[in-house]
């Protein structure tokens, strides 16, 4: 390391990282809350991370959220009764959300699950409850291997090109727990997909495995370098290798290993692999693994499906959709009306087998405690009972029976997670937010419940426009994936009336796809109450000045930013928002008495707030 | 356009300070109050690294969708003496500035 200052997070680490912090997890829940010495927060709270917890924002201090990585969305049958169990038991706060109640668990954008208001003195009971049934938090955060994702119907789809499920999974037991590679200089994303709509985002994580064929042969292109954090967003480069799917194990650790031995330990914001690969290129990437990571010949790609990319392509609707072309669908049954939507798996759709599944909108990604036992219940009724969760923060139960479908399809819980959702439901995704994150600086989930509801109500997407993403993350981490989006919201603050208040930036067209682009920013500091009516205005402008046939992305693509901007009027409209008032500085943005020195935190394991010794 | 150069959460120092852009006039004469001008939103930052800092940072951006230039931000580069020199010069404007304000407001 010569002359290098390696950072605190470093530091902690070189001390205590990896599988040995639980030990001491352990013994901090045993003695409660306030056995952590104040002047070590910083450094153990950093190390729960690696053990999926964090620490929840301040003036809900000694409260966690945690994480529970689930390998590409799969929640084996009994698992989701698990969480909801536990979310209905544990997670459960001093306050309650106005739109989601007492407890409810997240399911995020890496097709993973989080519980909030979890207490440290809870966490031996609820790792024991987790794992004697087969889940883990372990590496669900910290500088390691996160969930695995991919295409959530892996396995399942009638029209994947590659199982990537084993894939996946084989990854996952390999590299979870594997001490060589759970140090890594900064998080490691992977994705493995195998359909054809390109629902993995592999262009957006450091390691992308993506479906590809070579003379005759199916298996996995390999990119890497792809991510969106720090303002800095890339998309994955292509490494000119291939992989069959026995090999994806030595490649994806070869290129981890790469990572631990040449990543920036000194920085972290420099640390991902994008840079890296910003750094040396491509093909030093590929000749260091070659030379020094794996010990076979590694093959040059092979061709790609990127071109059949239907998920948030940009294209519209008449591209992909492969519903059609198989007979399940075609023969005028159940899936025939639920149209398209095998981009992002919502619907009803045919698996491989003679079997269904069914996606589900979660707005958000949030479902209630009660909830999660219902579907989990239907799931064991109507399927297998296993549920998966999607990267657009959606469920799908799988393995329903054509004679079960519509039985389950009428199920009273099907009206809030709807099958067939508008397409500003359907469209919508958000990052925590205010209501318990310490980056951001807006609230986000409830907010954009309200803007999807106020849409649905208002306004019509243009003729042929069936997709439309809004994505709104709370500051520039990206955690809602903001520049992958029709319409890009991001945090920011501005001054109405005399008060300073919640506003976001705006950014159109980005998306994925065969050729993914991130988002123009066109406008900053818009009032968050005149959001929606800047997009009510956006789409009726676009569908006036639009090209026949032009999708929204394309609009965007052949408009200068002088024009985009003058596309979006923001406007107060019948949208109210409860949220203006820089929540931020909120113990709880939902609190009667929201003051920072309101809250009851910390809480000892009695839930009686910790006295202050001054 | 391109994005926010600066990072901005809920750890910036300043996500909405007020900044002017000066800008030279066609003619080539400026001013304090050049039409060019202009005011606009900005993000202010103070940071340091997390270990072994070696100096202070001050980043100012302003909103560039106002200002009408490309995307751009500054940053200042200080070691500690001159971060408490401009940290006390701050303070004494700051003071001066209260003490006016504060005057006129008993009026």
Same mark, same amino acid.
């Given at each position: ?10 530091? #902690? ?18 003695? &409660? #809350? ?16 690696? #053990? ?25 049958? &009994? ?26 668990? +997240? ?22 409850? $987790? ?31 590659? +199982? ?10 390999? /590299? ?87 990543? +920036? ?63 399940? =669908? ?38 209630? =405690? ?53 397409? /500003?439901?359907? &469209? ?22 309200? /803007? ?55 950014? $159109? ?5 065969? +050729? ?35 999708? /929204? ?50 809480? =000892? ?10 | ?18 900044? !002017? ?17 202009? @005011? ?6 103070? !940071? ?16 560039? !969708?106002? !200002? ?5 931000? @500054? ?9 408490? @020199? ?22």
């Amino acid at each position: 390391m010569g002359l290098c200052m390696p950072t605190d997070v470093e530091e #902690w680490k070189s001390e205590v990282y990896g599988q040995e912090i639980r030990d001491h997890l352990m013994e901090f829940a045993e003695e &409660g #809350w306030e056995s952590i010495p104040d002047d070590e927060h910083d450094a153990w709270f950093e190390r729960f991370k690696w #053990w999926g917890l964090y620490h929840q924002r301040a003036g809900q201090e000694s409260y966690f959220m945690m994480r529970i990585g689930t390998p590409n969305g799969v929640l084996e049958p &009994g698992q989701l009764e698990v969480v909801g169990e536990v979310a209905n038991e544990y997670a459960r706060g001093p306050a309650e959300n106005p739109e989601f109640g007492a407890a409810y668990a +997240d399911f995020t954008t890496r097709q993973s699950i989080q519980l909030h208001w979890i207490r440290l003195e809870d966490v031996p009971e609820v790792f024991d409850k $987790l794992e004697s049934n087969g889940l883990t938090t372990q590496q669900a955060c910290g500088d390691s291997w996160r969930n695995i994702v991919g295409c959530p119907v892996a396995g399942k789809d009638a029209n994947e090109v590659v +199982d990537a499920l084993p894939v996946a999974e084989n990854l996952n037991e390999t /590299f979870k727990g594997d001490e060589d590679h759970s140090n890594l200089p900064r998080k490691w994303k992977v994705s493995v997909t195998g359909c054809r709509e390109g629902c993995g985002q592999g262009d957006i994580n450091d390691l992308a495995l993506e479906p590809a064929e070579k003379n005759g042969r199916m298996g996995f292109n390999v990119r890497v370098g792809g991510g969106l954090a720090r303002n800095e967003p890339r998309l994955a480069r292509g490494l000119d290798v291939f992989v069959e799917p026995d090999q994806a194990e030595a490649v994806s650790g070869g290129l981890s290993a790469l990572f631990r031995e040449y990543g +920036d330990r000194e920085n972290r914001y420099n640390a991902r692999m994008k840079f890296l690969v910003d750094e040396w290129g491509a093909q030093e990437v590929r000749e260091t693994l070659q030379e020094e990571f794996v010990d076979f010949e590694l093959e040059r790609a092979g061709e790609d499906l990127r071109d059949q990319y239907t998920y948030n392509a940009g294209t519209g609707p008449a591209a992909g959709s492969h519903d059609h072309a198989d007979g399940a =669908a075609a023969d005028g049954g159940v899936a025939a009306q639920y149209p398209g939507g095998d981009h992002d798996h919502i619907g009803v759709h045919p698996q491989g087998d003679d079997n269904f599944y069914v996606g589900l909108n979660v707005m958000v990604g949030r479902m209630g =405690a009660a909830d999660c036992l219902e579907l989990a219940e239907l799931a064991d009724d109507y399927g297998s009972g296993e549920v998966r969760l999607t990267q657009r923060q959606n469920v799908i139960v799988t393995d329903v029976p054509e004679s079960e479908l519509d039985a389950f399809l009428a199920e009273p819980l099907l009206d809030d997670y709807a099958p067939d959702p508008s397409p /500003f439901e359907r &469209g919508s995704i958000a990052c925590t937010g205010t209501e318990f994150c310490s980056l951001s600086i807006v609230e986000t989930k409830n907010r954009q419940v309200r /803007f999807a509801r106020w849409l649905k109500g208002n306004v019509d997407l243009p003729d042929g426009i069936e997709e439309f993403h809004i994505h709104l993350s709370g500051c520039t981490a990206s955690c809602a994936q903001p520049q992958i989006a029709d319409v890009s919201l991001r945090g920011m603050k501005t001054r109405k009336n005399g008060e300073a208040v919640e506003a976001l930036d705006i950014g $159109l067209g980005g998306g994925l796809g065969e +050729d993914p682009r991130f988002a123009d920013w066109v406008a900053q500091r818009v009032p968050a109450d005149e959001v929606p009516g800047a997009i009510e205005n956006l789409l009726a402008n676009f569908a006036e000045a639009r090209e026949d046939g032009e999708s /929204f992305r394309e609009f965007v693509e052949n408009r200068d930013e002088e024009t985009l901007a003058e596309l979006i009027e923001p406007e107060e409209t019948s949208y109210t928002d409860p949220y203006m008032h820089n929540t931020k500085l909120t113990w709880y943005p939902y609190a009667e008495e929201d003051d920072m020195d309101d809250g009851p935190a910390p809480v =000892a394991s009695d839930d009686y707030p910790v006295e202050s010794d001054d | 356009m391109p994005d926010r150069l600066l990072r901005v959460n809920a750890y910036t120092t300043m996500d909405m300070a007020s900044v !002017t852009t000066l800008k030279r006039r066609a003619d080539g004469t400026d001013g304090d109050h050049s039409a060019a001008d202009v @005011e606009s939103f900005g993000v202010v930052n103070v !940071t340091a690294g997390r270990r072994d800092p070696d100096e202070i940072r001050l980043e100012v951006e302003a909103d560039h !969708t106002e !200002t009408g230039l490309r995307a751009h931000a @500054e940053r200042v580069h200080l070691d500690p003496d001159e971060a408490e @020199e401009l940290a006390a010069e701050l303070e004494r404007q700051a003071g001066r500035v209260r003490a006016a304000t504060e005057e006129t407001d008993g009026e």
